[in-house]
């Protein structure tokens, strides 16, 4: 099946050709990174953790997402996702890997990362958080190339494999559970140390997941002769829907707790996000374009005539992905040490040899979805 994902037409060629352009430009600035060190980024003493990690924890909630396709499908037996459930544990696969990369590329030495297996410490949430995302990418592979394979061969996939996808449902829950406790038991930390860390990870990752997934399922209707069908679109955008409202309530209930109490090493944080501290307000724009362009998310997923409409639907689905981009990479991580534990302020800015190796890892898991895609639909013999 994998070599279907060698053949192609001019404009798959392309794609292709642009993604490898892209890795190439990137590898060379990690290679410059390799060798000089995080120096070339924008890190600094009081910020440690900045773009790489901000789009680790995105993507690990974009690999989580895949559990709103394979619950309803396995569990519930609802056929309308039969034709889409493929598509979402191949992102789920995709995004573990770009998971890797992002704190592949964060390590600076990156073969230190040998030692979370060589010299584990089972009290340590990274290592649990490397257990669970490695389990739940084998997972994803395995379940997915078994149950293509058996629809190559028109058989029913084998009785096995069924315990494994019930297991890969809680495990795609705990994936984002424990990289949320990463942050969240950390005391020196104020403004990640919050009990709702968690169900707020779940609530943007079951909203940005979908919303991506239908963006890719329309891509794939447009220039292919996969169409999944207008039910699946539709029951997806309801599910990106209600997570978006608990996404933005729980943003909403932290916002008053910190306001309501007052307390300087919580609301600090805060005035920064939104108000800057002083002269410092580099992620001010930012997270009023997140906070603008999630309220528009919302407009048009909640009423019923502008979800229908696919072409709002498409407007609405990419509003709800960069807001919670904005919101759970950038503004979710720097700030938390944004003012640092006395207080001070030391601002961080992405430098370019950063963008471009973030990039580069983008780009990776754009080919590996690419890829995987090719062999679905090639599978399915629904290719232009």
Known sequence: ?????????????????????????????????????LTITGLNRDVSWGLY??????????AASAVMVVLPYYLHNYKAFGKITILGEFVAVGACIMCMGFIFVDMGQPFRITNVFLHP?????????????????????????????????SIAP???IRPIIILSIPW??????????LYAGLVARPFWMTAVMAPRFLAT??????????????ILRKNTKFDTGKEPIQKLAIIVTYAMIMNVFLLLME????????????LDHFKYLYFGLGENTALVPWMWTSAVLAVIALVLLIVPQFRKNETLLIWGCIAVFISIWIDKGMGMIVTGYIPNPLHTV????????EVMITLMVWALGGLIITGLYKVALSVRKQLV
């Not at 070599?3 to 410059?32: C, D, M, P, Q, T």
């Not at 739940?136 to 629809?151: A, G, K, M, P, R």
């Not at 916002?255 to 919580?266: D, K, L, N």
């Open 1 to 37: 099946m994998i070599e279907n994902a060698l053949k192609g037409g001019k404009r798959y060629w392309s794609w292709i050709a642009f993604l490898l352009v892209i890795i190439a430009v990137g590898g060379l600035y990690w290679l410059r990174q390799f060798n000089e060190g």
């Open 53 to 62: 990690i901000a789009q680790f924890t995105f993507m690990v909630g974009v």
């Open 121 to 153: 410490s089972p009290n340590s949430m990274m290592f649990w958080d490397t257990v669970v995302l490695m389990g739940y990418l084998v997972l994803n592979v395995l379940i997915s190339f078994v149950t293509l394979h058996s629809e190559k061969k």
């Open 158 to 160: 084998p009785k096995w």
């Open 172 to 181: 795609a829950v705990s994936i984002h559970t424990v990289t949320a406790f």
């Open 205 to 218: 990752a079951f909203s940005a997941g979908p919303a991506l997934l239908i963006l890719l399922a329309l």
């Open 255 to 266: 916002i008053f707790t910190a306001v309501y109490s007052g307390i300087p090493e919580h």
């Open 346 to 353: 030391t601002e961080y800015v992405p430098t370019f040899p």
